[in-house]
């Protein structure tokens, strides 16, 4: 087995993921100059909420297959974390709106906390497995292994950021979301309601979350109510990579992200003579944070601007 | 001139306070617009005009006072909801969205007459389709009415300053206003492009477009307006049609300090 080609492709994978979660990230940034790092916490909700929503399903005995549960379940999660990203905003975020901006980063890290602990509360701090319900047959793939939930989850993130970059690109509310990230008090003079575009906004990056949430899930078979932290850390550092605000630089940034993490890690023993292994792959990602942020602050797409006076 | 007999009242404010902090930046201001004229706001830098237009647009919040609009209520109304009901503006400072096309910043300005949401941008029903396709074809012909059409692909930051100013104005008209608040259009223009903006506006007008202008070329002003006012210090020193205000010992004052006699 070709182990470069294989983490490359596990790279890809998780890449994708880490892509939708960025857009998320990177989509708010953009509107509101403001790092909802309740975000991570989102993606965790997603997948927690899935899982219970599958066992339920379940439950009913009508014997449904395995995707039909996996899709279903998603589609009872989405709009809850949707529910709850609109209400972070309103209740979080919206007051503090003309605030330093320091406050709001403080309120995101606080609801960050809550939602963690009520996942706590909820599921009990144990993990919990994924049900194994989706087909994950192995093909061969120049000597690599590339199994069908990896396409699928490749393949779907690839849809939904193309079809979130048609959005922002070519609809009413696309180009509202563009207006109020140039000049919101010049977008509320025309017009523009900015209040319902930054509701939309939380509210579609949720939804986003809530997917990415089960992908991290049956990607790696378990969920739990802390994963949020360090998923949603990841996908910052892509989005601080791809150049926080762009869209474009979030996919290029969280694809860039899997891959350096996956194929760094399959190194990492031979290259330290076994001091550490593969499960100290996190150092990477952070490396790139510390590195973008040392020489490249804009990141790899992001523009160059001057410090506003 | 407006024939004082068969006019209708368009917009009317009174007793308009706006603070900053220990500074008044309008004090008591009152002036009613009638439909169809030219209605000019003139006085020295700093004597309030853009605050006035703020306030009349919804971007500040006045302290105290009225103000209604086609017999509306929009006191303390949030922008969106004033451009909703008719009023629509360009800055003094160009502020377009520099990264949009021409075409995509008047496109902005059909939010309000459109109702497409979350759920037409998601899953981009017939519906959708046929109103964006719409807002499309509304918004090139109003480039082609200020006269830009075939800069609508460029980028706002790539056109000329007098096709910027054009620009606003097709963006503002794309709200479908009955109030058109133009502060400063012939700003850093030339003698030709301020004659060109003057002709655009005597359409715009000739359309059924109320038009409100904050302008220092006097001369424009005095050909184009039928009533003017005058602000000073926050204040409203002369209301009236051209001849009379530019011969008003207050407003000569207000302009080139008291007369020692």
Same mark, same amino acid.
């Given at each position: ?13 998780v ?23 309740a ?29 039909v ?29 003309n605030?330093?901006r320091?406050?709001?980063?403080i309120?995101?890290?606080?609801i ?17 497995s994924?049900p ?54 010049v ?19 949720s ?42 630089g ?12 996956s ?28 590195l ?18 | 001139?407006?024939n ?26 009152a002036?009613?617009i009638?439909?169809?004229e ?15 237009f703020?306030? *009349?647009?919804?971007?500040?919040? !006045?302290?105290? =006072?009225?103000f209604t609009?086609?017999?509306? @209520? %929009?006191? +303390? ?12 503006r ?11 096309t021409?075409?995509?910043?008047v496109?902005?300005?059909r939010?309000v ?42 980028h ?8 910027q ?5 097709a ?7 009955? *109030?058109?608040?133009l502060?400063? !259009?012939?700003? =850093?223009?030339n003698?030709?492009?301020?004659? @060109? %903006?003057k +002709?655009l ?12 202008l ?10 184009l307006?039928?009533?003017i ?5 926050g ?8 001849e ?9 004052e ?8």
């Amino acid at each position: 087995m070709d182990i470069f080609i294989q983490q490359l492709i596990n790279g890809l994978v998780v890449g994708s993921i880490y892509a939708l979660i960025a857009l998320g990230y990177t989509m708010v940034y953009g509107i509101l100059q403001l790092i909802n790092f309740a975000h991570g916490e989102i993606v965790m909700m997603g997948a927690m909420i899935t899982i219970s929503a599958i066992s339920v399903l379940s439950a009913t005995g009508i014997g449904l297959p395995g995707p039909v549960l996996v899709v279903g379940g998603l589609l009872i999660a989405m709009p809850i974390t949707m529910l709850i990203g609109f209400i972070i905003e309103r209740i979080a975020y919206r007051p503090l709106r003309n605030a330093p901006r320091l406050a709001p980063l403080i309120t995101a890290i606080g609801i960050s906390i809550v939602l963690q602990q009520v996942a706590v509360l909820v599921w009990k701090n144990n993990p919990r497995s994924f049900p194994d319900l989706l087909p994950h047959e192995g093909h061969n793939f120049f000597g690599a292994v590339i199994t069908d939930l990896q396409i699928v989850i490749v393949a779907l993130a690839l849809l939904i950021m193309v079809g979130l970059l048609v959005m922002v690109e070519k609809t009413k509310l696309g180009r509202a979301m563009r207006a109020v990230s140039m000049n919101q008090a010049v977008a509320g003079l025309m017009g523009v309601n900015i209040n319902y575009v930054i509701s939309m906004t939380f509210v579609i990056g949720s939804g986003l979350g809530a997917i990415a949430g089960v992908m991290v899930g049956a990607n790696y078979g378990l969920a739990y109510p802390t994963m949020g932290f360090m998923i949603g850390l990841k996908a910052f550092t892509a989005a601080v990579l791809g150049g926080i605000g762009n869209l474009g630089g979030a996919v290029a940034g969280g694809i860039l992200l899997g891959i350096i993490e996956s194929v760094g890690a399959g190194y990492l023993g031979p290259l330290t003579g076994g001091v550490l292994g593969s499960h100290y792959q996190d150092i990477f990602a952070f490396m790139v944070l510390i590195l973008v942020l040392v020489f490249r602050p804009s990141g790899l797409l992001g523009e160059r601007v001057a410090e506003r006076a | 001139m407006a024939n004082q007999a068969n006019t209708e009242l368009l917009l009317e404010i009174s007793g308009i306070h706006k603070r900053f902090g220990g500074l008044c930046a309008l004090n008591d201001v009152a002036l009613s617009i009638n439909k169809g004229e030219i209605y000019g706001l003139i006085g020295p830098n700093g004597a309030g005009k853009t605050t006035l237009f703020n306030v *009349l647009t919804g971007l500040y919040q !006045p302290d105290e =006072g009225k103000f209604t609009f086609k017999g509306i @209520d %929009l006191f +303390r109304q949030k922008p969106n909801v004033v451009v909703d009901s008719g009023i629509a503006r360009t800055f003094q400072n160009i502020r377009l969205f520099h990264n949009m096309t021409a075409l995509e910043n008047v496109m902005v300005g059909r939010h309000v007459r459109t109702k497409a949401g979350v759920i037409g941008a998601v899953f981009r029903n017939p519906g959708t389709r046929v109103e964006e396709a719409a807002i499309k074809a509304r918004s090139l012909e109003l480039l082609d009415y200020v006269g830009i059409r075939k800069h609508a692909e460029e980028h706002a930051k790539n056109l000329s300053y007098g096709d910027q100013r054009r620009l606003e104005i097709a963006r503002a008209l794309a709200t479908d206003p009955q *109030l058109l608040a133009l502060d400063e !259009p012939a700003a =850093g223009m030339n003698g030709k492009e301020t004659d @060109d %903006l003057k +002709r655009l506006m005597e359409k715009i007008r000739a359309d059924g477009v109320t038009i409100l202008l904050i302008e220092h070329d006097v001369k424009l002003m005095m050909g184009l307006c039928d009533r003017i006012a005058v602000l000073d210090y926050g204040k409203k020193i002369a209301e009236g049609v051209p001849e009379v205000v530019k011969n008003d010992p207050r407003v000569i004052e207000a302009y080139l300090g008291a007369t020692p006699d």
